[in-house]
C-alpha cells in the first residue's frame, strides 16, 4: 500500500485562485486589503519566506509592504514602528517575521499588534478566542491542516490525534483546533515516554518538532493520516521533514510531503486571514457609518 500525497501546493493554489474575486470584490466597494510585513534582520530562511509572502500577495491582489529594519533595531523603535502601523487604517494586517533579534522580546511584539490586525494569529486575545470556540485569526499552519483534513473530506470528530511537538506556532493551537472540530487528542513532546506507544494510535498524526526523520514508518498506525510540519535540512543539504517520508508512505493512509506540503496552507491561509481582517475593517466602516 502506498500512502495518498496530500498536495499541499494544489490545494493553496485553489485557495489562492477563489482569493481573487474575493479581493476583487472588496476592491470594487473602495477597500483593497493590505498586509505590512516588517523583518528585522538578514536571516535568510526569514527573508526567503517574506519573498514568497509578499509574492502570494500580489498574486491575489493584497497590497503588501514590507518594512526592513537592520538586525541592530532596538526594541523601542520596532514597538513604535508597529505603533504606527496599528494606526494606519490602510494596513489591515501587520506580521513581524520571527525569529527576532535577542534584545527584542517577541512576545512584547506580539502584544503590541492590535487584535484586529494580527494576522499570525499569536495575539493572547486570538488565542484565547481559540481556546474558547470563538471567531478570531487562528495561526496559519494549524490552520493549513485543518484546512487540508477538510479538502481531503476527512472527517475529524471521534477520531484520535496524536501531537508530537508543543510549540506555540504550531503543537498547542494545532491541538486545540483538532479539540474544536472533536477530535479526541493526545500531545507528546520531548518528555515524553515511550513516544511510538502513542504516535502507533494515532488516527492523525502531526509531527512538528524540527528533527529530521523523527517518526518512522514503524511509529506509525496502518492507514493513518500523516502530517508533517517540519522543515529540516539533512547531510546533502536536501528539504526533509519530521517524518521518514519513503517508509511512512508505505504504511501511512494519506501523508504531506516536504516540501509541498503544509508550508504553501501556511502562506494562504495568512492570506485568508488578511482578506478576514480587510472584510472585518469594512463592516466596522460601514456600522459606524450608521
Avoid at 474575493?22 to 527573508?47: C, D, Q, Y
Avoid at 518594512?67 to 513604535?80: F, G, M, Q, R, Y
Avoid at 490552520?143 to 477520531?159: F, P, R, S, V, Y
Amino acid at each position: 500500500m502506498t500512502a495518498k500525497l496530500i498536495d499541499g501546493k494544489a490545494i493553496a493554489a485553489a485557495k489562492r485562485q477563489n482569493m481573487k474575486a474575493k479581493v476583487a470584490l472588496l476592491s470594487r466597494k473602495g477597500l483593497v486589503p493590505g498586509l505590512t510585513v516588517v523583518l528585522v534582520g538578514e536571516n535568510p530562511a526569514s527573508r526567503s519566506y517574506v519573498r514568497g509572502k509578499i509574492r502570494d500577495c500580489k498574486e491575489v491582489g493584497i497590497n503588501s509592504q514590507l518594512i526592513h529594519l537592520p538586525e541592530t533595531v532596538s526594541e523601542e523603535a520596532l514597538l513604535e514602528q508597529i505603533d504606527r502601523l496599528n494606526a494606519d487604517e490602510n494596513v489591515h494586517g501587520i506580521l513581524v517575521q520571527l525569529p527576532l533579534p535577542e534584545q527584542i522580546s517577541e512576545q512584547k511584539v506580539i502584544d503590541a499588534i492590535r487584535p484586529d490586525k494580527d494576522v499570525d494569529g499569536f495575539h493572547p486575545v486570538n488565542i484565547g478566542r481559540m481556546m474558547t470556540g470563538q471567531d478570531g485569526f487562528i495561526p496559519c499552519t494549524p490552520a493549513g491542516i485543518i484546512e487540508m483534513l477538510k479538502t481531503e473530506q476527512i472527517d475529524i470528530a471521534g477520531k484520535h490525534a496524536v501531537i508530537v511537538g508543543r510549540s506555540h506556532i504550531v503543537g498547542k493551537p494545532a491541538a486545540q483546533l483538532l479539540l474544536n472540530h472533536n477530535a479526541t487528542v493526545t500531545i507528546c513532546h520531548s518528555k515524553t515516554r515511550s513516544l511510538a506507544d502513542y504516535t502507533r494510535q494515532a488516527d492523525i498524526l502531526v509531527v512538528a518538532v524540527g528533527r529530521a526523520g523523527l517518526i518512522g514508518a514503524d511509529a506509525i498506525k496502518p492507514g493513518a493520516v500523516v502530517i508533517d510540519v517540519g522543515m529540516n535540512r539533512n547531510s546533502e543539504g536536501k528539504l526533509v521533514g519530521d517524518v521518514d517520508f519513503a517508509g511512512a508512505s508505505q504504511v501511512a493512509g494519506l501523508i504531506t510531503p516536504v516540501p509541498g506540503g503544509v508550508g504553501p496552507m501556511t502562506r494562504v491561509m495568512l492570506l485568508e486571514n488578511t482578506l478576514k481582517a480587510a472584510e472585518n475593517a469594512l463592516k466596522r466602516a460601514n456600522h459606524a457609518a450608521g
